[in-house]
C-alpha cells in the first residue's frame, strides 16, 4: 500500500446513489451497497481480510458519526502447507 493511502476504509455515500466503502486516498470505491448498513458490513469485511484497521461511517452530512476497530481476519487460504 502507498504511503499515500491510509488503512482506514470510510462509508460514505456514492455520487449515483447508495453508499460506498472506500480507503482513505483512494480513487475508486472497494464496494458499493444500496443502503448504509450493507456498506458498512463490506467494509469490515475488507478491513478484515487485509490486516484489520479503521472504519469510520460517515453521516449523511458528511461527518464522521462512527469509528470501528477491525481486528485481522482469518483467511482460509493461508493455511499451512503440509506436504514436505
Known sequence: ???????????????GGGWQAKRGG???AS????????AEKAAKRISANSGGG?????GRDGKIRDSD????????RSSKDTRH
Open 1 to 15: 500500500m502507498s504511503p499515500k493511502h491510509s488503512k482506514a476504509i470510510h462509508v460514505t455515500r456514492a455520487k
Open 26 to 28: 483512494a480513487k475508486r
Open 31 to 38: 464496494a458499493v451497497a444500496p443502503t448504509q448498513s450493507g
Open 54 to 58: 479503521e472504519v469510520r461511517i460517515h
Open 69 to 76: 476497530t477491525v481486528r485481522p481476519g482469518r483467511d482460509p
